[in-house]
């Protein structure tokens, strides 16, 4: 018997990768030593921890918590600062694409990251988070009017792929309004979604709140949020520009969470909360799962379903 190759491979608007699984940013992503086990890894692409100009501690601990079918945090952007990251790309020899994650507290300090970034020749693409839940500067994803004059200001001097990583949105108005803003740019993909914002989880033993800072509020991820991110890209998947890539991420924990994204629209798909719970090991698990799980449908290839979401009647 001829047996058919299963092949996972992928890409994000003409950027290769060998598998369509990589982390999301904010998981074991941030140090050299976490950097350097994703490279090692086998995951499709590495994306960074969202950096800043200068480094910053992040938020008082405890600041993440999970459950058995979530997680919740409020890490406060705790990270190296760009010259950090931009410095270990330059020293990494590897052909795995890098997603170097930006998340600036300001407008101002977005282009001037963008900016540095555009330097890089490690960089293979600029993951813009307008999504962080939890800073006290308000999130850009749900401001339209904000976004559109921030892209016209970076489009003038950006030549790195980007994509923004956006918050999840509850009405399919935002997505449409979202999309036909997008859609007026170069841009190479959006990344749906991040945590959903000002969760709060209960120890009802002690009669408190899990994370300390913000009171115990938080972004929520992890599996109970999975029904959310895939709604978000299967919409975007109807209102984007077909050539803008969509990577999903939310709640994914097996192979057949990852045929669900893909069959909503994504083109790749990231882990967070699983990833933090199972370390680096996870991708080898999923690769194996995810390319079961096609045999047993007999897709020998994620060209073949991407996007074919059937509606029942
Ligand atoms: O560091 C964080 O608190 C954080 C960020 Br930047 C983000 O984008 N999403 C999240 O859940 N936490």
């Not at 998981?27 to 350097?36: F, I, K, R």
Request: hydrophobic share 35%.
């Amino acid at each position: 018997m001829i047996m058919k190759k299963i092949d996972i491979s992928s890409h994000i608007n003409g950027i290769q990768l060998s598998s369509c699984i990589m982390n999301a940013s904010g998981a074991l992503c941030t140090t050299d030593q976490e950097l350097s086990n994703l490279f090692d890894s086998s995951s499709g692409a590495v994306v960074t921890k969202s950096c800043t100009k200068n480094p910053r501690e992040g938020n008082v601990k405890p600041r993440y918590f999970e459950w058995n079918v979530g997680s919740i945090n409020s890490m406060g952007l705790p990270n190296l600062g760009i010259d950090f990251y931009l410095n270990f790309l330059e020293k990494k020899k590897t052909k795995k694409p890098v997603f170097l994650s930006l998340s600036g507290l300001s407008i101002e300090e977005n282009l001037f990251l963008m900016k540095k970034a555009n330097f890089s020749q490690k960089v293979t693409a600029i993951e813009l988070n307008l999504s962080c839940p939890n800073l006290r500067e308000e999130v850009l994803g749900n401001d339209l009017y904000k976004i559109s004059t921030f892209l016209e200001s970076i489009f003038e001097f950006n030549k790195k792929p980007l994509g923004i990583k956006l918050p999840p949105y509850f009405k399919e108005e935002c997505i449409i309004n979202m999309s036909l803003l997008l859609n007026q740019y170069p841009i190479f993909f959006v990344t749906c979604i991040n945590s959903l914002p000002n969760g709060i989880f209960i120890d009802t033993d002690n009669e408190k709140t899990v994370i300390q800072p913000k009171n115990g509020f938080g972004g929520v991820g992890g599996s109970i949020i999975k029904p959310f991110a895939l709604a978000n890209v299967r919409k975007f998947y109807t209102y984007l520009r077909k050539d803008i890539s969509i990577i999903g991420c939310g709640g994914i924990y097996s192979g057949k969470d990852i045929f669900e994204y893909i069959l909503c629209g994504a083109s790749a798909v990231q882990i967070g909360t699983q990833l933090i719970k199972e370390g680096i090991s996870i991708f080898d698990r999923l690769k194996k799962e995810f390319t079961l799980f096609l045999k047993k449908k007999n897709y020998s290839s994620i060209n073949s379903f991407k996007g074919k979401l059937k509606n029942f009647q």
